[in-house]
C-alpha cells in the first residue's frame, strides 16, 4: 500500500519492442491515467516484469529495489510501487 513515501503508477506494456521506451500516457476505461511502455524482454518466465522495473528505476534515478510490482504480474496492465515523485520523474522523459 503506497504511503507519504512512495506513489503508485499504473502501465500498460507492449512486450518483444526493439528497444524499452516510454511512448506517453494515455487513460484507461475510467479516465484514469495509464503510461505506455515498450519493453524489450518477452512475456515469458517474468523477463518482461523485471525489464519493466529495471527500465522504471533507472529513468526514475533510483534504485531496483525501490521500484515493485504491485499488481499485473500475469497481465500488460500492470501496477508499480516507487518513490515519491515517481510519476513527475517519468513526466519529464514523455
Not at 529495489?65 to 510501487?81: C, D, F, N, P, W
Not at 515519491?84 to 517519468?90: I, N, R, T
Amino acid at each position: 500500500m503506497a504511503n507519504a513515501s512512495t506513489e503508485t503508477i499504473t502501465c500498460r506494456i507492449t512486450p518483444n519492442a526493439r528497444k524499452s521506451e516510454i511512448l506517453g500516457w494515455g487513460s484507461d476505461e475510467k479516465g484514469r491515467p495509464v503510461l505506455m511502455v515498450k519493453i524489450q524482454a518477452p512475456p515469458v518466465e517474468g523477463k518482461a516484469n523485471e525489464e519493466l522495473i529495471r527500465f522504471m528505476a533507472e529513468l526514475v534515478g533510483c534504485g531496483r529495489g525501490q521500484v515493485q510490482l504491485i499488481r499485473g504480474a500475469s497481465s500488460r496492465v500492470k501496477v508499480l510501487e516507487g518513490p515519491a515523485g515517481m510519476s513527475e520523474a517519468l513526466n519529464k522523459v514523455c
